[in-house]
């Protein structure tokens, strides 16, 4: 059983930047941030394979947000920066997968944090 407590999130004006944070109880193949905003489908934000340290960044995030891993702090985190009002949604760390996963798909994930809340305003 692997737990995760995410923090950091807030409100924020258009244009201005958050770091999310992720304390993980244990080490999984796959490690993401998902968000889920009103009335639309939950979306994969940036995923990262632990051992190998590849990335998967969702287009409408690139060149924005930055997936990083502390392996000594045992913490996930997520810098987002020029965020958009589009942005706004609840963030979710993830943790699950195996080692032939592609890490990118929400079904590969058993473990969940309660989520944390993002509002950008324009």
């Known amino acids: 059983q692997v737990q995760l407590v995410e923090s950091g999130g807030g409100s924020v004006q258009a244009g201005g930047s958050l770091r999310l944070s992720c304390a993980v109880s244990?080490?999984?193949?796959?490690m993401g941030w998902f968000r889920q905003a009103p009335g639309k489908e939950r979306e994969g934000v940036a995923t990262?394979?632990?051992?190998?340290?590849?990335?998967f960044y969702a287009d409408s995030v690139k060149g924005r947000f930055t997936i990083s891993q502390d392996s000594a702090k045992n913490t996930l985190y997520l810098q987002m920066n020029s965020l958009k009002p589009e942005d706004t949604a609840m963030y979710y760390c993830?943790?699950?997968?195996?080692?032939?996963?592609?890490?990118?798909?929400?079904?590969?994930?058993?473990?969940w944090g309660q989520g944390t809340q993002v509002t950008v305003s324009s």
């Open positions: 993830a943790a699950g997968g195996g080692r032939y996963s592609a890490c990118t798909e929400s079904d590969e994930y058993i473990y």
């Open positions: 244990g080490l999984s193949y796959c």
């Open positions: 990262t394979r632990t051992y190998s340290r590849s990335t």
